[in-house]
């Protein structure tokens, strides 16, 4: 099992900026890949950002120029630069790792911080 604890979530207004931190433990060889994801309400869950165990990113198209993923490796932490916030921001991120073995794709979850852009 992998557990993840998130962090650095909160109120900001527009324009502000947060750092969201995510700290892996527990069986924590394997995986292939942390990221963020974003649920507001009434939709569904989206992928925010990932980073590869190579350091290969990806960003959903909507916060591309805005927020930066990156890993300390040595903390087996994942963080989220978060500038220039919209109110369309607003929502719960979780933080995701996968895990790749030779029985299957593995899916852990933290529970969830809220961001909330005022405007």
């Known amino acids: 099992q992998v557990q993840l604890v998130e962090s650095g979530g909160g109120l900001v207004q527009a324009g502000g900026s947060l750092r969201l931190s995510c700290a892996a433990s527990?069986?924590?060889?394997?995986?292939?890949?942390m990221g963020w994801y974003r649920q507001a309400p009434g939709k569904q869950r989206e992928l925010v950002a990932a980073?590869?165990?190579?350091?290969?990113?990806n960003y959903a198209d909507s916060v591309k120029g805005r927020f930066t993923i990156s890993r300390d490796n040595a903390k087996n932490t994942v963080y989220l630069q978060m500038n220039s916030l919209k109110p369309e921001d607003t929502a719960v991120y979780y933080c995701?790792?996968?895990?790749?073995?030779?029985?299957?794709?593995?899916?852990?979850w933290g529970q969830g911080t809220q961001v909330t852009v005022s405007s």
């Open positions: 995701n790792a996968e895990k790749l073995l030779p029985t299957g794709e593995y899916d852990y």
């Open positions: 980073i590869t165990s190579g350091g290969s990113t």
């Open positions: 527990g069986s924590i060889f394997s995986i292939n890949a």
